[in-house]
T-cell receptor
Framework: QKEVEQNSGPLSVPEGAIASLNCTYS??????FFWYRQYSGKSPELIMS????GDKEDGRFTAQLNKASQYVSLLIRDSQPSDSATYLC???????????FGQGTTLQVKP | DGGITQSPKYLFRKEGQNVTLSCEQN?????MYWYRQDPGQGLRLIYY???????QKGDIAEGYSVSREKKESFPLTVTSAQKNPTAFYLC??????????FGPGTRLTVT
């Protein structure tokens, strides 16, 4: 069974701090990795995609991928209360077009 | 504006009735997906379609049916055989780089 694992949290950080969200995956054939943000009652919104080892930065967000360790992370710098949401990690299932989603980590940013 | 639309946003039905959820996309994506999300749970794949007139079962297809007669449309029918149909239903389509985009969702309540 191919899996994506995330700590469900909640992860609580003070406003202005760095939030670090982590994810591991079991399918060594996965090539594409994604982070989604989901506010309560809303649908998931794609915020980052990463395909190769290393870091990828977009504004306050940095995604990190380590295929050898089968590990993906998302860093949110200068966290804001508006970042409070559930963050879903997803990995493609060996380029089938199907994504496998983790259960999500709830982030709380306290003013 | 390119995107995915789902209708209705909220749907209430009596037990024993079939109900069809609409999903339309104008992103020119080939593949489309249906997920179900229960409170506090991750996303579970119901059905997916990679081309017109073809679709495959996901992890929880029992009690559901789909059709894909047009590239833009992928309706989901929740039949009376689905034992626990109350959930948040999400439709998505995928780009060539495997980025999956979601519609706003339909919240179905069956009593």
């Amino acid at each position: 069974q191919k899996e994506v694992e995330q700590n469900s949290g909640p992860l609580s950080v003070p406003e202005g701090a760095i939030a670090s969200l982590n994810c591991t995956y079991s399918d060594r054939g996965s090539q594409s990795f994604f982070w989604y943000r989901q506010y309560s009652g809303k649908s998931p919104e794609l915020i980052m995609s990463i395909y190769s080892n290393g870091d990828k930065e977009d504004g306050r967000f940095t995604a990190q991928l380590n295929k050898a360790s089968q590990y993906v992370s998302l860093l949110i710098r200068d966290s804001q209360p508006s970042d409070s949401a559930t963050y879903l990690c997803a990995a493609d299932s060996s380029n089938t077009g199907k994504l496998i989603f983790g259960q999500g980590t709830t982030l709380q940013v306290k003013p | 504006d390119g995107g995915i639309t789902q209708s209705p946003k909220y749907l209430f039905r009596k037990e024993g009735q079939n109900v069809t959820l609409s999903c339309e996309q104008n992103l020119n994506h080939d593949a489309m997906y249906w997920y179900r999300q229960d409170p506090g749970q991750g996303l579970r794949l119901i059905y997916y379609s990679q081309i017109v007139n073809d679709f495959q079962k996901g992890d929880i297809a029992e009690g559901y049916s789909v059709s894909r007669e047009k590239k833009e449309s992928f309706p989901l029918t929740v039949t009376s055989a689905q034992k626990n149909p109350t959930a948040f239903y999400l439709c998505a389509s995928i780009s060539r780089s495997y980025e999956q985009y979601f519609g706003p969702g339909t919240r179905l309540t069956v009593t």
